[in-house]
């Protein structure tokens, strides 16, 4: 499997609240459609008084497919088209990284 890593920034003017609510209850179900999606995670920022350093990114998402082919198919649908337009409702374009990826496991069992 491989993946597609977006992190991202709220545009500016939104709340946290609204934006999370946004990406996850409005583009959340936009991008589920996305044919040969195998798995979609948002990873929502926490903020953390007692942490010094500030959070370079609002969230991350995560786009799983089986191969790259599968991948580039899916950019190719209507229904990508369509994730990638809802995007200027709530992400600064500005502020976004973006990686395809391939993960190497250095520990799954909890100590």
């Not at 920022?45 to 198919?73: C, H, K, M, T």
């Not at 209507?78 to 500005?94: G, M, R």
């Amino acid at each position: 499997m491989i993946k597609v890593v977006y992190c991202i920034t709220k545009k500016q003017g939104l709340t946290d609240q609204d934006f999370f609510n946004y990406w996850k209850n409005i583009h959340g179900p936009v991008g589920a459609r996305i044919p040969g999606l195998r798995r979609l995670v948002q990873n929502h920022r926490i903020a953390i008084a007692e942490d010094q350093r500030q959070p370079d990114y609002d969230g991350v998402a995560e786009l799983w497919f089986d191969d790259i082919s599968a991948l580039l198919a899916a950019r190719r649908s209507p229904e990508w088209k369509a994730s990638t337009l809802d995007e200027s409702n709530f992400i600064d374009h500005q502020k976004v990284a973006y990686l395809i990826t391939y993960e190497e496991i250095i520990l799954d069992t909890p100590r």
